[in-house]
């Protein structure tokens, strides 16, 4: 192999090290300095001389622990040179201890459990409602999904100036508030847990159905979500919904081979083929749905959803769906986190286990519910049940409000299509 070809693979190989390493390494680095945005610093300088000394030397045996040694020395030499400066007594007294700290942690060594409680800090601290949720999204992906600034921002079709500004007030707001680097406890320990599942299932949604763009699907951004539902199962043994949502998201995320064709083309459920399904992450959310189930109590949103997706995974044939059970299932739901998007999930499945008329029906109320004004997907299950009820003018109409409202090109065109089949005339 030539000297380019085994630099590649040095730096390839420095990349995925960086991906699994960087979260636990600034998880680490956080408790010990107490301020994420310098531990990032602090992680981001060790990477630096990782990418200058291991092309030369070759990568270390535990490059993990060599980057904690690395930064740790940096963060002392650091503090060495701010306590050089002429400041005041007790701002050198602060870096003095704060210099102790470090070293202390350097000669303790931690285990699986110092770690799993460092990353459920850090996943605590970047998701905090103090933030912005597009702020919240963004650092979680750069602390813990391990993506870069230009990553994120082709993720979501943002300028790259744009995250960047996110993460660093995010970064600035956080310390200028000093929200301490800990797991809440008590009755702060729900809503924050709530932020922090809300914002992993952001980015797995994002991933599953792009917003924007050309893309029908960014599947990275799905195993970004689906690495960090694992991480928060495991360092969170004993909160039922960690567990929901990482059933949610490898159940739906089993399908992800069969929910495009071969040129990138959306594939609806219905429509799918269901022998594409990967049965290893359908048995993996089944288990985590288990888990959930099998720690008391009445589930929680997120496992009533995996419930509702384990439906589908059950069914060889999409006739075979019990759509009865689904209807109860989100019933359940509408009971503990009620929205409209609920109610038009529930009224797919209304139409599903009782017809279309039926669906329709539940539908009405929701024509003027201000949070699906510009919902495309109000105007698309309207238009699929006037098609099974033989209103092919009607339904042509809604599939065409429903292609101007989205905003992805491949929904926008599946839309476009669907309206030009209902009325019986050649897509554009």
């Not at 535990?62 to 904690?68: H, I, N, Q, S, V």
């Not at 459920?120 to 813990?144: E, K, Q, Y």
């Not at 495009?260 to 609806?268: A, H, Y």
Request: proline share 5%; with cysteine.
């Amino acid at each position: 192999m030539t000297d380019a070809g085994i630099a590649n693979e040095t730096h390839a190989a420095i990349e995925a090290v960086w991906r699994i390493e960087s979260a636990r390494l600034i998880a680490s680095l956080a408790r010990i300095v107490g301020d994420v945005g310098l531990a990032e610093e602090l992680a981001q300088d060790a990477l630096v001389a990782g990418l200058e000394q291991w092309p030369r030397d070759g990568i270390p045996p535990k490059p993990g622990a060599w980057l904690m040694t690395t930064a740790k020395h940096r963060a002392i030499d650091q503090l060495r040179r701010r306590s050089n400066l002429q400041r005041k007594h007790d701002e050198i007294g602060r870096d003095r201890e704060l210099e102790q700290r470090i070293a202390l942690a350097g000669q303790a060594s931690q285990d699986e459990d110092d770690v799993g409680d460092d990353l459920l800090r850090l996943m605590f601290t970047a998701c905090h409602p103090i933030l912005p949720r597009d702020a919240r999204v963004a650092l979680t992906l750069r602390l813990l999904g391990g993506l870069t600034t230009d990553e994120i921002a082709r993720a979501y079709l943002v300028g790259e100036a744009t995250i960047a500004q996110r993460i660093v007030r995010a970064k600035r707001t956080l310390s200028e508030a000093r929200v301490p680097f800990d797991v809440p406890g008590g009755a702060d320990l729900a809503p924050r847990l709530a932020s922090v599942l809300d914002v992993v299932y952001l980015i797995f949604n994002e991933g599953y159905s792009a917003t924007a763009g050309d893309d029908w699907m960014r599947p990275g951004l799905c195993e970004v979500a689906l690495r960090l539902g694992r991480m928060l199962a495991v360092i969170a043994p004993n909160e039922a919904e960690a567990h929901g949502l990482a059933a949610l998201m490898e159940i739906q995320a089993s399908r992800l081979a069969a929910r495009r064709g071969p040129d990138g083309e959306p594939i609806l459920l219905a429509d799918q083929d269901r022998r594409r399904w990967d049965q290893v992450l359908i048995r993996r959310g089944s288990l985590a749905l288990e888990r959930a189930e099998g720690l008391g109590g009445a589930l929680g949103p997120y496992a009533l959803q995996a419930a509702i997706a384990a439906c589908h995974a059950r069914a060889r044939h999409a006739e075979d769906t019990d759509w009865a059970r689904i209807v109860a299932l989100y019933d359940a739901l509408a009971q503990i986190a009620p929205s409209p998007i609920v109610d038009l999930n529930r009224a797919v499945a209304v139409a599903m286990a009782y017809g279309p008329a039926a669906g329709l029906e539940a539908l009405e109320p929701l024509a003027d519910e201000p949070a699906l004004r510009g919902y495309h997907l109000l105007p698309a299950v309207r238009g699929d049940l006037l098609v099974k009820l033989d209103r092919p003018d009607e339904a042509a109409r809604e599939f065409r409000r429903a292609a101007e409202m989205a905003r992805n090109s491949r929904e926008q065109a599946l839309l476009r299509r669907r309206a030009a089949d209902a009325a019986g005339s050649p897509t554009d």
